[in-house]
């Protein structure tokens, strides 16, 4: 079974629009978790609410509704196969960037992307609603984005500007994210600013829209990255990201996916970042 990249690309987008629906459903003016249903994951920080599993029930419905021989990915409900797979898997994050959702900060995304059984990255959308803004790419077919009834082809950040920004993140786990702030010096190097806006997914894509210069993490998980890295790809970047352990199964390790980085900038910017 062979899928068209704009068919794809299609359902990604559908899906995408299912779970950024009922993001938009968010109570106004609320900045504390308790109209939202949330509950802790594990981590200090490390939050989930009633609108990040309804948003990943929505994205899963809304692929199975075409697709229902697809392996789905999700970070609330795990890896999920029908009898007869396709060999196309779907990676979503239904709502990346939660903390900034439940305290009213406007960064964060549904998330969702698919990749062939080879691993290839073929259709991404990452859909941010209080932003009004969807990024989309398909393979071979560049990186867009829709906000105000425009649509407009991105092609990643402006060459040969100074004062260069570079956007990150940090772990939830103190151990990981002491690390991070040891390596951040040499993260830093040859940019003059950092930001740090909550959202991995957004940042890829703001990197795609040329917004930030670049983007370099460590320890993402692959909903986090799978639809902005490939985004920022086809605007012309230069990406990096941790090599799938199964294409058929989902990311690396836990141990791989901590020393692995997901790097996204001009081919310029790709020495700056560690290994």
Request: net charge negative; glycine share 14%; aromatic share 6%.
């Amino acid at each position: 079974m062979t899928a068209d990249v704009l068919e794809l690309l299609a359902v990604a987008q559908a899906a995408a629009a299912a779970g950024a629906e009922v993001l938009s459903g968010r109570p106004s003016g609320t900045n504390t978790a308790g109209n939202l249903g949330v509950v802790n994951k594990g981590d200090a920080g490390d939050w989930v609410t009633a609108f990040d599993v309804a948003a990943e029930n929505a994205v899963r419905e809304a692929i199975m509704a075409s697709r229902p021989d697809d392996t789905i990915t999700g970070e609330e409900h795990g890896t999920t196969r029908s009898e007869q797979p396709s060999g196309y898997r779907w990676s979503i994050d239904p709502l990346d960037g939660t903390t900034n959702f439940i305290r009213n900060i406007v960064y964060y995304a549904t998330s969702v992307a698919v990749a062939d059984a080879d691993g290839v990255w073929l259709a991404g959308v990452v859909n941010a609603p209080a932003l009004g803004r969807v990024y989309s790419a398909a393979r071979g077919q560049g990186a867009w984005l829709e906000e105000g009834g425009q649509r407009t082809q991105l092609n990643g950040p402006v060459l040969g500007r100074t004062g260069l920004i570079v956007a990150s993140g940090f772990s939830y786990d103190p151990a990981t994210r002491a690390e991070q702030f040891a390596g951040l010096g040499g993260l830093m190097d040859g940019f003059a600013d950092l930001r740090r806006l909550g959202s991995a997914a957004l940042d890829l894509c703001m990197v795609a829209d040329g917004t930030c210069d670049a983007f370099g993490e460590r320890g993402l998980n692959e909903h986090d990255y799978a639809a902005g890295a490939l985004i920022a790809e086809e605007a012309g970047c230069w990406v990096r990201r941790p090599r799938l352990t199964s294409p058929v199964d989902g990311g690396p390790s836990d141990a791989d996916r901590l020393q692995a980085w997901t790097c996204a900038g001009t081919l310029e910017l790709s020495g700056k970042f560690p290994l």
